[in-house]
């Protein structure tokens, strides 16, 4: 049966510039795509892999490419086959499930059987140029008990340590961005220990870590920009210890559970990250959020405004959403 498909993009403020290894963000700019049948209405949101050239506007472009066979009428199986793994598949793969759900009369957790609960969530702290800024930005931070920190090549002990010393109380994950080399990650490694780091993700680029296979590191290595999708896992799988599922990764909610199954089928923790993006892009990766170890959805919050039924955060937990915004 017909669809109806809509498309547009949004630009949403955040509270102030967002920095990781090489790149800078004052607004997060995404794809919203609509798909509606029999009076039911999908939506879903996505913001790109920014590493791989995704824009929104390369996004809008995927998606209205494909626009006339969503008309015709498909399935989320269908569209893994139309589209590559990315962020404009992502979003038409989550308006797929949303309008499934409101047509069927039920939730994604009765959709998926998935059983949801409140989630602790970290707190990204953006990278600065000095550890004294860090360490600011980490004491402002009283309300969030894990953060995330984000480091590149320039003094990372020496961020690490005196966040550690302004947030003692903390539990502390690190992101590098793909912005180490493995001798920097050596000398590195032994102080991330000592500072009780709980995890420490991407430290090379994702072209550059076979350095990886067979190190033996002191705290658990997680892959984000080297495991995309299931078809990436078996060589992450031999060189991290947690694999990093984003729904603009995966290509939607379809893949990413295809994706939480095989690597824990592999014996590897699960993480699940964002690209950004307000709480539509945020609530299927919520869903995913219930099969992790460590959950990054924490987008909504580094924005100034966001959708007024988005969801729930309270002192660093994310509480969950209703039908209302997604799902």
Known sequence: MSMKYSAHLEEWEMQQPFRITGSEWTHSRGLVVQIAQDGYLGRGEAQGVFYLGETAESLFEQAESVASEIEKGIDREALQR??????????????LWDLECK????????????????????????LESSPEAMAEKAAAATHAPLLKIKLDGDRPYEKLAAIRAARPDAELVVDANQGWTPELLVDVLPGCAELNLAMLEQPLPRDGDEFLEGFESPIVLCADESCLHTGELDVAARRYGMINIKLDKTGGLTEALKLARAARAAGRQLMVGNMMGTSLGMAPSFVIAQLCDFVDIDGPLLLKHDHPNGLAYRDGVAEGFNSDLWG
């Open 82 to 95: 139309l589209l590559p793994p990315g962020g404009a598949r992502n979003a038409i793969d989550c308006a």
């Open 103 to 126: 047509q069927a009369g039920k939730t994604i957790w009765e959709m998926t059987g998935i059983e949801p609960a409140p989630v602790r969530t970290v707190l990204t702290i953006g």
